[in-house]
């Protein structure tokens, strides 16, 4: 089973996981931390939700920022087995594979480029033909 922890620098990941309960309801899958707002560490969160999983869990992890402190304490963790790290998340990411049991890397790469695509500068003659907006 895919077993998902979103980290973020603050209440990113926190508010990421708020809107996902929103759009396709509560998602156990998903183990959220927001880092750098009390004593808690990425690391300890990380070794408790790694106790929690079972040998055959496919982990992603997802974290806000490629490079950030937050991403460089989870690379530490990718000699883990059946381990995926992905930086720079955004809302569209993480509602695709929220709803996967299992994700091949073909399969992650396609959703990595179709989040990418989701994110553009909207122009008012753009949203004027509603049949292509919605």
Do not use: C, W
């Amino acid at each position: 089973m895919l077993k998902i922890f979103l980290s973020s620098h603050g209440h990113f990941a926190s508010g990421l996981k708020s809107s996902l309960d929103i759009l396709i309801g509560n998602s156990d899958v998903v183990t959220v931390f927001d880092a750098y707002i009390d004593e808690k560490t990425v690391q300890e969160q990380l070794e408790l939700f790694y106790e929690k999983t079972k040998e055959d869990d496919q982990i992603l992890l997802l974290s806000d920022l490629y490079g950030g402190s937050v991403n460089q304490v989870m690379a530490t963790y990718l000699d883990r087995p059946n381990t995926t790290l992905v930086a720079g998340v955004n809302l569209a990411f993480v509602l695709e594979v929220a709803t996967k049991e299992k994700i091949s890397e073909e399969e992650l790469e396609i959703i990595i480029k179709q989040s990418r695509n989701a994110l553009k500068q909207v122009k008012l003659e753009e949203i004027g033909d509603e049949e292509d907006f919605f």
